[in-house]
Nanobody, 122 residues
Framework: QVHLVESGGGLVQAGGSLKLACAAS????????IGWYRQATGKERELVARISVSGRATDYADSAKGRFTISRDNAKNTVYLDMNSLKPADTDVYYC???????????????WGQGTQVTVSS
């Protein structure tokens, strides 16, 4: 049982920046990765970036490469998404996702936060 709470969303002008935070709590022993996804109205949820708990592996959507940076602070059980050079197309609800593994290759559960709204104006 893992609880995720996102924060840091808001309204920003195109070209600006936001820093999202995902605070995790609960049974984290088997959580291996945490990621950020986004979903606009009428669209499917899609990956933005993800990071292993170790911090040694990251993955970014093509649209995020060079603009967004995912990082983690394990001491605070928090994962961040630094968003720079924001565009109106980045307007979405952003969700935090934590993935639980029974082994190195067996996913047993996925947990989601409630989301935080990011709106980029032109």
């Amino acid at each position: 049982q893992v609880h995720l709470v996102e924060s840091g969303g808001g309204l920003v002008q195109a070209g600006g920046s936001l820093k999202l935070a995902c605070a995790a709590s609960g049974s984290m022993a088997d959580i291996r990765e945490i990621g950020w996804y986004r979903q606009a109205t009428g669209k499917e949820r899609e990956l933005v970036a993800r990071i292993s708990v170790s911090g040694r592996a990251t993955d970014y959507a093509d649209s995020a490469k060079g603009r967004f940076t995912i990082s983690r602070d394990n001491a605070k059980n928090t994962v961040y998404l630094d968003m720079n050079s924001l565009k109106p197309a980045d307007t979405d609800v952003y969700y935090c996702n934590a993935v639980e593994y029974a082994s190195a290759s067996a996913v047993t559960a996925k947990y989601w936060g409630q989301g935080t709204q990011v709106t980029v104006s032109s």
